[in-house]
DNA sequence: CAGGATATCTAGCGCTGCTATGATGACCTT
DNA sequence: AAGGTCATCATAGCAGCGCTAGATATCCTG
């Protein structure tokens, strides 16, 4: 109620984000298994408990940093499919597999590791929804199967992703892969 | 040397594989996160250092249980594409998907944990290049890009896979997703 | 049968995620 | 302004993890 309540909430806010914040940057220069609940505490500069009275455990931290994640490869799809208009789908999908391969930690936390999110549901989190729709809308809207096209395009681009970072199929031929998919895919 | 010593060669082989059986077994009922060493030593009725005189470490088991599981991946994949001549390719794809789902915990050794198996190199082990190779076999000797076909599909199943498994895609529509994949893939 | 190699276990290290307990200090009331 | 209340936070600790050094028991060899 009062000012100094208020002034907590915000500095309560604050330290939630600075949590998540360290997290990813930790993530993204040591890898996740570096990020253990004492090490993220001694970088926010807080006791281990404290992570604790914001988060419900280590999972809901790399959930949090995940659901940024989403946000981020959602911006990142809509300025791909704006700035060419007519090749809206393979823009989309060159710019999915950058941000697999330029933010391996962040993929990691939105993809792989185990997570909080609840996908497919009433409660998926609009990022989330929001860069899925980014490869609908590469799909002409009197498609009835256009998110099903969506769906097998982001398993395509992911298995891509994995699979390539994990040395499974080699990285150099990814370029041609996704030339092999889009023009499959989009053509008639 | 010895008769004896042979029979302890014997002995240590068995023991070899009931650890790889007994991981396995445990990661199948329970889930990974399950299989501890101290469990696994109990399992085996062993002390927990006779895994290490047996492997490199905990990474070292699952990648052995991985490379039983490719071994038995592609024995699967092989009698899909042998009989269904006709359509091999979506034989052989849903013969993938059917192995990803109704052994989760092995699929997961496979493709999601962190193991030691060196891939797309010349120490790949035979059993992942045969599973490969399963999917080159359905296309056309002639076609000259037939490896990146089978790199793209492959791709696209394991994606398919891990997501409809994490609900990232809706499960129950995977089959219609096959399809797609399939007669956009095999078209003319 | 004695000696020595080999196989195996006990015990413990440093780490993990997580939490019960208690001190600290800012706030509101009288 | 003093006293009591309550939220905030850190100390210290638990059970479990992967892994290993050192002691022990077992069995084969000469």
Redesign the interface.
Same mark, same amino acid.
């Given at each position: 109620m009062s000012a100094i309540s208020e002034r907590r909430e915000r500095e309560r806010a604050h330290r939630h984000q600075l949590i998540i914040t360290a997290a990813r940057e930790l993530a993204e220069t040591e890898g996740w298994e570096a990020v253990t609940t004492r090490r993220l505490a001694e970088r926010v500069e807080y006791s281990q408990p404290v992570l604790y009275s914001h988060f419900d455990g280590k999972d809901a931290i790399v959930s949090a940093v995940a659901l940024d994640g989403f946000g981020e490869l959602a911006a990142h799809l809509r300025r791909a499919r704006q700035s060419a208009p007519g090749a809206a789908l393979r823009a989309v999908c060159r710019a999915y597999l950058e941000f697999a391969t330029e933010r391996p930690a962040l993929y990691q936390a939105m =993809? !792989?590791l185990p997570t909080n999110l609840? =996908? *497919? $549901?009433a409660e998926t989190p609009p990022p989330l929804r929001a860069g899925f729709d980014e490869f609908v809308s590469c799909f002409p809207p009197d498609n009835a199967?256009r998110e +099903?096209?969506a &769906? #097998?395009v982001? $398993? *395509? +681009?992911?298995?891509?992703a #994995? +699979?390539s970072d $994990?040395?499974? !199929?080699?990285p150099d031929?990814q370029e &041609?892969?996704l030339d +092999?998919?889009v023009t499959? !895919?989009a053509?008639t």
């Open positions: =993809f !792989i609840k =996908f *497919a $549901s199967r +099903l096209f &769906e #097998v982001w $398993s *395509a +681009l992911h298995g891509m #994995v +699979l $994990s040395g499974r !199929i080699p031929k &041609e892969r +092999l998919l499959r !895919i053509g």
